[in-house]
């Protein structure tokens, strides 16, 4: 366990489904990230949220959602998401601004569009 | 866009040390070398980072250049558990957009 959690760790959904991922870190750390990490293809940012507020949307399309209700716990949401929207998609958390030993990474959800 | 060049794939024999290399040409003099690495299926783990010293921790070696154009990570005695991408980054330390790049295979042979 690294200190965030990721839940489901798997998830099979329609085109036409709302569902939620979440994220969960006690490591005292400010900022969260979502990531997605399509097959063969490096991990691309999605969102930042520092202090609960939102610092970067990275042109994701609207039908991801995310959500940061405080600074331990991070959601995206999805709906009618496509199947090229299938990948990894992995949280992390890092301490704002201190730097260190940077990021913490979740072990990711399984997202698979049908 | 990653501002790091490594090599697509390695290989290396189980209980040698396994030397990764890493390209950062274009460094600024604020940003940091970081090492992760992402073994199959699971999200990225931090090894260590360095400015322009060499650091050592229980998990590995970073030997940065002088002109810090390039850097080596050294895992000295690899296991099959380091099998795994490893990406190397720059960034400012705390800067909060870490960009991944396509990262070396390294495979650890028995």
């Known amino acids: 366990e690294t200190g965030v959690t990721q839940t489901p760790r798997h998830l099979v959904m329609g085109m036409t489904n709302k569902k939620s991922l979440k994220c969960e870190q006690h490591?005292?750390?400010?900022?969260m990230y979502w990531y997605k990490q399509s097959a063969k293809k490096p991990l691309e940012l999605m969102f930042v949220?520092?202090?609960?507020?939102?610092?970067e949307n990275n042109s994701v399309p609207s039908r991801f959602s995310p959500e940061c209700p405080n600074s331990s716990h991070l959601f995206l949401h999805l709906h009618t998401l496509q199947p090229e929207d299938s990948a990894l998609y992995l949280c992390?958390?890092?301490?704002?601004?201190?730097?260190?030993?940077?990021?913490?990474f979740g072990s990711g959800t399984r997202l698979t569009v049908v | 866009d990653a501002k790091t060049t490594q090599p697509t794939s390695m290989d290396c024999a189980e209980g040698r040390a396994a030397n990764l290399p890493c390209n950062h040409s274009?460094?600024?003099?604020?940003?940091?070398v970081y090492w992760y690495r992402q073994i199959h299926s699971q999200g990225p783990q931090y090894i260590i980072h360095?400015?322009?010293n060499n650091e050592t921790n229980e998990m590995a070696s970073l030997i940065i250049t002088e002109d810090r154009k390039s850097s080596t990570l050294i895992l000295p005695h690899a296991t099959l558990r380091d099998t795994a991408v490893y990406y190397c980054?720059?960034?400012?330390?705390?800067?909060?957009?870490?960009?991944f790049g396509q990262g070396t295979r390294l495979t650890i042979n028995p």
């Open positions: 274009t460094i600024s003099g604020n940003e940091y």
């Open positions: 949220y520092n202090f609960k507020e939102q610092t």
């Open positions: 360095g400015l322009k």
């Open positions: 980054i720059v960034n400012i330390q705390g800067a909060q957009k870490l960009v």
């Open positions: 992390a958390s890092s301490q704002d601004r201190a730097g260190g030993r940077g990021y913490t």
């Open positions: 490591l005292g750390h400010n900022a």
